[in-house]
């Protein structure tokens, strides 16, 4: 929908038509947004009906084997591009063969590859019956599997023998159509791991406690021996690492209790254990986090804390995130530690992912929820925003290029960027408006981007010195890891602050195990220590090392994570249920116009006389527009404080008339215990083209 600067702008079609075809690609479907694809002309997919008939298909076709897509359960093929079609036409005449499909990228983001799966989900509108949904699936070759949780009216289709088009295709036809508001394929991304690897050990963990020396500022690392002072964490909080794989026989991960519900997506098992050719980023990571106090080794952030290890495939989509989170949910985690992202440069959740995160963030710990904690990448460019690319090999990217980490920017996650040993930005840090807090770790340039289309990249090259010290964390046992021995010393990137703000908040809610995800996250934000850089970034010569009037930075978000204060907050912080006696009201009946396409939005404003604290807020929202996936909502405090109500997930929808309180948005929990006097505002913006709406009403209610 958004057509921003090296942004997919189909041609032939206009915002929210979802007219399939374009002059250049066909149409991704994707979070409410539409995303120009091209095939990749060098390779295809093929859905075996048995793992047997990929292995006699390889012998019968002039093409390669390249290797299995775990999440679609297909095998790709690597072929000579003047007979890829050939080919192809070839493999969907063959026995043995479900479907093979053509595999994609995204236009001007040669960092992804797109596969697709056999399935797609559909959100239809309310007023949608069970022989409606019946009449467009067999009209189309659609098999109903499972309804999609959370989301209402909204279920998962495969596609059948029957169907005419290939998944996305029939997302595109499905959005022209009255009846749906939102169709996605489900489509396979592979994982970009956020690591940079080339270290009794707890002396050398500067980044929990250190008293100075070569590298080392003063505060750069987190006070953890004063956070343990209080607590070194409790089995009964867990922490789920998602990751590649971990060495579960590490010292550092032994002990009663240690390991609950471990999980191995990739072999489908209980063991996430590495096998004989990686070198495991999970172990290192999970080391950070949680490693074990056993008197030998090294020791974690939360060392008491459980972990819970899941080993992730490699690959991304929908039905992968689902389990993961959804494991972790109904297994107990508290908080979830993810240091990986899509590889790609600009890609926005879909629809099922989104939900799957805000599932874990409002259903965990029976209610409370978990804390969702991602890298934010080591690119050294925005989580979301543009920047004019140039200097790249090859001119990969050029010019006005738009990137978007879409697990990083949802409001359930918190995004964290790394800051070194000298309490300064890492160069390679991502950043943006929408990073939750910092962490230290390592420095050094912009991370390897490897794409596998005939492209390898690295962003363009940083010519200073970039002084720092590296994180010292678990590793493979014996040379199988990073480094020979079990432990690595040349740990880092977002990757290890990651974890490093998962430990803290285990820490936390170690403390005080009532408090909501949203509670600890407040806490995090509000503790840590306002690190201030003002060097310019030896990319691109600007500054964002210092902090607005909201507290917050673009490089280190509100700052880098203190563990001794966030716990000691936590133990204050009673959990005690909110009750108010009087509620005030207030009421804007202004009709007013939201202008299209304008990121300033429209703010219309309520007065609030009553000084009195906040113990409760609703905040009712009456509007129409022809297309509301192109609006964000938020709510604007007195003192400046602004919450998210609603993001772009409304697609198609076109009335919208809805209360968020904070049973169902927690993030207002943030406006609580402030002043209720004065000027609170609701600020709409409509982020895409050519569709329009007007905000009719809106209401405020505070409990005081």
């Not at 289709?157 to 499905?174: E, S």
Request: glycine share 8%; proline share 7%.
């Amino acid at each position: 929908m958004t057509h921003d600067a090296n942004r997919p702008s189909a041609s032939n079609s206009t915002p929210g038509s979802g007219v399939p075809e374009s002059s250049t690609g066909i149409i991704l479907q994707r979070g409410g947004e539409e995303l120009l694809l091209e095939k990749v002309s060098d390779r295809f997919t093929v859905h075996p009906s048995s793992p047997e008939a990929v292995q006699h298909l390889a012998q019968q076709i002039p093409a390669e084997l390249h290797r299995n897509v775990p999440p679609a359960q297909s095998a790709e093929f690597i072929v000579d591009p003047s007979q890829r079609d050939q080919v192809m036409q070839t493999v969907r005449s063959s026995s043995g063969v479900d479907f093979a499909s053509h595999v994609y990228r995204v236009k001007n983001n040669p960092g992804s590859l797109i596969y697709l799966t056999d399935k797609l989900t559909i959100q239809f509108a309310a007023q949608v019956n069970l022989a409606t949904r019946n009449a467009i699936a067999t009209e189309l070759g659609l098999q109903e599997v499972q309804p999609v949780v959370g989301i209402p009216n909204t279920f998962v289709f495969q596609v059948t023998a029957q169907a005419a088009a290939n998944p996305v295709k029939i997302a595109n036809q499905l959005t022209r159509r009255s009846e749906v508001l939102m169709a996605e394929p489900n489509i396979v991304v592979r994982t970009q791991a956020h690591y940079r690897p080339s270290d009794p050990l707890y002396p050398k963990q500067w980044y929990l406690n250190h008293n100075g020396g070569p590298d080392l500022a003063s505060g750069s690392h987190i006070s953890a021996e004063k956070a343990w002072d209080i607590t070194r964490g409790s089995r009964s909080i867990v922490v789920a690492v998602a990751d590649d794989s971990f060495d579960l026989n590490h010292p550092d991960f032994q002990g009663q209790g240690k390991i609950v519900a471990p999980r191995d997506l990739r072999d489908q098992d209980f063991l996430p254990l590495p096998d004989d050719t990686e070198a495991s980023h999970g172990t290192a990571c999970a080391g950070v986090a949680v490693a074990e106090e056993t008197g030998s080794g090294i020791v974690g952030v939360a060392p008491g804390c459980a972990l819970m290890p899941i080993r992730t495939t490699g690959f991304l989509d929908d039905e992968t995130i689902e389990q993961i989170f959804d494991w972790a949910v109904v297994n107990g985690a508290a908080v979830i530690s993810c240091s990986w992202g899509p590889s790609a440069v600009y890609f926005p959740l879909s629809l099922r992912q989104s939900a799957a995160l805000t599932r874990a963030a409002k259903d965990g710990r029976n209610g409370k929820g978990c804390v969702i904690v991602f890298a934010s990448g080591n690119a050294n460019r925005p989580v979301n925003g543009a920047i004019n690319e140039q200097g790249w090999p090859n001119s990969v990217l050029r010019g006005p290029t738009t990137w978007l980490t879409g697990f990083a920017v949802h409001p359930d996650v918190m995004a964290v960027s790394a800051s070194t040993s000298l309490n300064k930005k890492a160069a390679y840090s991502n950043w943006g408006t929408n990073i939750s807090v910092c962490a230290p770790s390592n420095n050094a340039p912009p991370g390897m981007w490897l794409q596998e289309t005939g492209f390898v990249s690295t962003p363009p090259e940083v010519r200073v010195f970039l002084p720092g010290q590296s994180v010292f964390t678990a590793d493979q046992l014996g040379a199988a890891g990073y480094d020979p021995g079990d432990f690595t010393g040349d740990f880092g990137g977002t990757s290890s602050a990651c974890p490093t703000v998962a430990g803290v908040a285990a820490l936390v809610l170690s403390a005080n195990p009532d408090l909501t995800a949203q509670e600890v996250r407040q806490i995090l934000q509000q503790t840590a220590d306002k690190i201030v850089d003002p060097d310019p970034d030896p990319q691109f010569g600007f500054r964002k090392g210092t902090y607005e009037a909201n507290g917050r930075s673009e490089w280190f978000g509100f700052g880098k994570v203190n563990a001794f204060k966030a716990v000691q907050a936590a133990q204050r912080q009673m959990a005690a249920p909110l009750s108010s006696s009087q509620q005030v009201q207030g009421r804007n009946d202004s009709s007013v116009a939201i202008p299209d396409n304008d990121f300033n939005g429209i703010k219309s404003a309520i007065q609030i006389n009553d000084p009195s604290l906040v113990r409760d807020i609703q905040v009712t929202v009456n509007l129409e527009h022809s297309f509301l996936g192109d609006l964000e909502i938020s709510v604007i405090a007195p003192k400046g404080q602004t919450v998210l109500l609603q993001g772009r997930t409304l697609g198609r929808r076109t009335q919208l008339q809805s209360n968020y309180s904070l049973q169902n948005t927690p993030l207002l929990r943030k406006l609580l215990n402030q002043s209720a006097a004065g000027r609170w505002q609701l600020w709409v913006i409509d982020r895409a083209a050519m569709d329009t709406g007007t905000l009719k009403n809106w209401r405020l209610t505070l409990g005081i």
